[in-house]
């Protein structure tokens, strides 16, 4: 569905100082505004089945590591693959793409959906796996820290009709992660009186004390920094940090698809995302692992 929202003058004009400013337009979401609002969960993300009052009281857990950004590597010919296992419910996305339009504005198309590739096995046996392969091409030069990567297979459509796409991080100062992907004029997605490519970007780590999240104006995209997990499958004793992406659909207006996911993303010191799970209303629907 075409959500149509009217920017105002915020960090979601995705030009060369995007990373300095992101942080003016973020909104710190509390305790009330927490993993626990999801269905069937309680006030924080401590209240979620089997945990503590908060991950920081998790066997295995500690606080946030000063050294972030060594997390997140981006050095040129970095290379990732990773399989992507389908669970028992069908996964799905949610992206927010800027498109600048002939009356000079810009506007927010929002879009949800399900994985071209899966959706398209539904009636016949889908592989038993999936693959995505990214490489860091090399440095995007509008970015005091930022990587351009080489989509080499996407198996699933990840990045589907994507142009370009960007990983990029603050260089001091609270140490923030973003992805930035660029979408072509006639893509899926794209207004009809855009007049250049869009873009659209998302979180994927931030400094911000453990149980807290951060997102971009009334999006319902926001990401929680659950702690740091040494007791990760395939990385025991290792330091992984643990992000969570929560996305309320339920609370946006999206006729046909109102189910609230979850992306939980480890993150390992030196190597960079070495996992992420979604689930949908609580059941897995993808799982990706680092080969």
């Known amino acids: 569905m075409n959500r ?4 105002k003058g915020r960090v979601f004009k ?3 100082v995007v990373i300095l400013v992101v942080v003016a337009a973020l909104v710190v979401a509390g305790r009330a505004n927490s993993p626990g609002d999801l269905p069937g969960n309680q006030d924080s993300p401590g209240d979620l089945p089997g945990q ?3 991950p920081g009281d998790l066997p295995g857990y500690t606080d946030l590591p000063n050294d972030l950004g060594e997390y997140f590597p981006l050095d040129t010919g970095r290379e990732w693959t990773y399989k992507i296992a389908i669970g028992l419910v069908e996964p799905v996305f949610y992206r927010e793409i800027i498109w600048e339009c002939t009356d000079g504005k810009e506007r927010i198309y929002a879009g949800v959906g399900g994985y071209f590739a899966v959706i398209s096995g539904i009636h016949k046996e889908l592989p038993e796996e999936f693959f995505l392969k990214i490489k860091v091409k090399g440095p995007a030069s509008e970015y005091l820290k930022g990587a351009e990567l080489t989509i080499e297979r996407d198996d699933i459509g990840v990045f589907f009709e994507s142009e370009r796409v960007v990983w990029a991080a603050t260089a001091g100062g609270n140490f923030m992660a973003q992805q930035v992907v660029s979408y072509p004029l006639g893509s899926l997605g794209a207004l009809w009186n855009a007049i250049r ?3 659209s970007m998302r979180l994927l780590m931030i400094e911000i004390d453990t149980g807290l999240g ?3 104006g009334d999006s319902p995209d926001i990401l929680y920094f659950q702690g740091i997990e040494t007791n990760l499958a395939g990385y025991k004793g290792k330091p992984c940090v643990h992000f969570q992406r929560i ?5 946006a207006d999206f006729p046909g698809f109102n189910k609230d996911f979850t992306e939980d993303m480890w993150w390992l010191k030196g190597t960079g995302l070495v996992r992420l799970e979604q689930k949908v209303e609580g059941i897995t629907s993808m799982v990706w692992t680092l080969q």
């Open 4 to 7: 149509d929202l009217i920017l």
């Open 14 to 16: 995705i030009v060369l």
């Open 52 to 54: 503590a009052d908060s």
């Open 197 to 199: 490519s869009g873009s």
């Open 214 to 216: 951060m997102g971009v």
């Open 247 to 251: 996305v309320r659909l339920s609370k």
